[in-house]
């Protein structure tokens, strides 16, 4: 049977071999390189769903931990799956919570059947496996599902990481085994491996033994540095097979999309633009821009001088600046929609600098105008 | 010269007297009776200026207060107006600030060239004269702008009322002199006198007297029983020009708003409408929904089933019930979104209600549908 979820290449960048694609779904096709945004509560935060499909959003992520505490899965179902739920009738990828269960549970017990850990809203006995994430993201109706997994703490001694890859391994077959909608749903297993290069390329090619229909690449941008993420993804993307979509999981930063493209990766989450946004931080061309320091007080221009979207066309700064400052929710309405639509959009050059074969002179281009060659390294 | 702003009378119901017209000013036209969003910062809190338009809204308030205050007249003169730095191109009418003066703080000195205050955001000290309010007002660029004013506080004993309406008037008098955009802005004067319906009649006829472009009934709603409201409307608007607007100030309950129609007013705002929203309390053809109520848990009709809004068209009470009690800001737009578009609408029912003279069958309708023929009088 083909998989719900499928993965056309449409051109490789001939000097790194960075994929532009397309992934079709069953509520529709979106290009690839793809920045999702986040909605983690059924909603991407300040944003509606008419915002996303103008900003060209193809496709969102949603977590299954979240919604399987509020409102719970079972309403969702009820409510007819999480796109009718939420009015989002494109593309949704769900997590199995893995990550959620390692990064928010302070007191959590791995054992093989699963995680024992507690609510970090009430503090409540809780209990995850491989069979109850899918059982709840079914429950969803998520386009994307994700394998249950461990997401090892950074750093990983060799020795946990070698044991936590395997439990994972064992997971993800319990997963594809529990998973009974392949028709309309399509189950991704997660690479694991650390910073460890021969064990990325060892799980990598334990899971596409496996036969997912995709794969995700997880446990990065944990706290290691760049280039130890880039070693790693160049250790695992040679080894996933070429006609399925792969997914770096929690990577936003500008550099990291652009790096993580040129080695193979299709799809990218993270929270970043949104969480920066609340608190009045922008992406834009030319890097940073935090909107509330007192220089933006009478700047009348936009955001970001070479923007297209919504909100570089229609306010200023001093107007976002004035309702960051005052706390107005629409001000972080704003920043929210710029910022995502600055990743959609660095993916949609991105992707024609790839159909172009000239994606190292774009990245040199970008990393220059943002200001990564400049001696200030935490310039995200 | 021909005033900025003018009422065109177009129907008048024949068993009340209510009126349907149409509102003339330099940003465009908009139909009455009307319901004004108000967006106190330079914001309708929430929404976008396309939600805005997106429900028929004609026209917005906003406060010169807060303005002048945040983000300061001069930079929003600076930045083109305020229909510019806030992206609304339609009306836009302006408070006076003496609203403000009255319930935001608690320290004031009233002298006859002005009052003396205090900040309320820190302390600092403020001078606002009728000269002071039309400066910021026409800094603002604001379509509509009102008179300085002292709105009492309820109750007022009669003599205080008469010193005061003596005062507003005074000040009335020096604001048309310090106005100098006639032919950009019009400036409307504001009837007082409490509940005393003999005060209103007399401070009606003054301030008529003084031939404003439009009139503004203010000191209402502030305490005060209903029927109290509904004589000195009664007592107020017979005296007022008939070829003039009339503004009823401060007043958003459904209830107020048809009865206030029925006596001859025009125009309203309220915050009601978005306050209540962001504590999930919305206003239905059936009464208020407080939509954190669990029965409306998995509740997946819309807030009202017989309203036409984006937002009864595209989401589930479970879903906003979700979304507002897990403090997700989109609840809050969905809610505010609906309640806003609940009165712009219910002020179109009653227009077309006038239009064929059926304006008291259609409020005794509403009435009982909304729930206010029930013992609980505290529907809002």
Request: contains cysteine.
């Amino acid at each position: 049977m083909k998989p719900a979820v499928t993965y056309e290449l449409i051109k490789t960048d001939k000097a790194t071999g960075a994929r532009a694609g397309i992934i079709h779904t069953p509520h529709g096709s979106f290009p690839t390189p793809m920045f999702m945004p986040v909605g983690t509560l059924a909603t991407v935060k300040t944003m509606a769903p008419e915002d996303l499909k103008e900003m060209n959003a193809g496709i969102i992520l949603s977590n299954t931990y979240h919604l399987w505490l509020r409102p719970g899965h079972e309403l969702i179902r009820e409510a007819g799956g999480l796109h009718k739920f939420m009015n989002w009738d494109q593309p949704i990828l769900t997590d199995s919570g893995g990550f959620q269960v390692f990064s928010l549970s302070k007191i959590r017990d791995i054992k093989e059947e699963g995680v024992h850990f507690r609510s970090h809203l009430d503090g409540s006995k809780l209990f995850l496996s491989p069979e109850k994430a899918i059982e709840i993201q079914e429950a969803l109706g998520s386009d994307i599902m994700m394998s249950f997994d461990e997401c090892p703490p950074y750093p990983a001694s060799r020795e946990y990481m070698i044991q936590s890859m395997a439990r994972t391994t064992r997971w993800a077959e319990r997963g594809l085994k529990a998973h009974t909608t392949m028709d309309k749903q399509s189950l991704f297993g997660i690479v694991q491996g650390g910073v460890y290069a021969d064990l990325r390329q060892q799980h990598a090619k334990e899971l596409a033994s496996l036969d997912f229909p995709g794969y995700s690449i997880g446990g990065l941008s944990v706290g290691e540095e760049k280039h130890l993420m880039n070693e790693a993804l160049e250790a695992t993307t040679p080894f996933l097979p070429a006609d399925k979509p792969r997914y770096l999981m929690g990577v936003g930063s500008p550099d990291a999309l652009i790096d993580g493209v040129i080695r193979g990766i299709d799809m990218f989450d993270c929270v970043l633009p949104t969480r920066i946004a609340r608190n009045g931080t922008t992406m834009t061309s030319q890097g940073r821009v935090v909107i509330k320091n007192k220089i933006y007080e009478k700047d009348f221009g936009p955001l970001d001088p070479n923007c297209d979207c919504h909100v570089c066309k229609n306010y200023s700064r001093a107007y976002i600046r004035h309702l960051v400052k005052a706390k107005e929710s629409f001000g972080i309405r704003l920043t929210s929609y710029h910022n995502l639509h600055f990743l959609i959009k660095l993916m949609e050059n991105v992707r024609e600098a790839i159909m172009e074969d000239r994606l190292l002179a774009f990245r040199e281009e970008f990393f220059e105008q943002y200001g990564y060659n400049k001696p200030n390294p935490r310039n995200f």
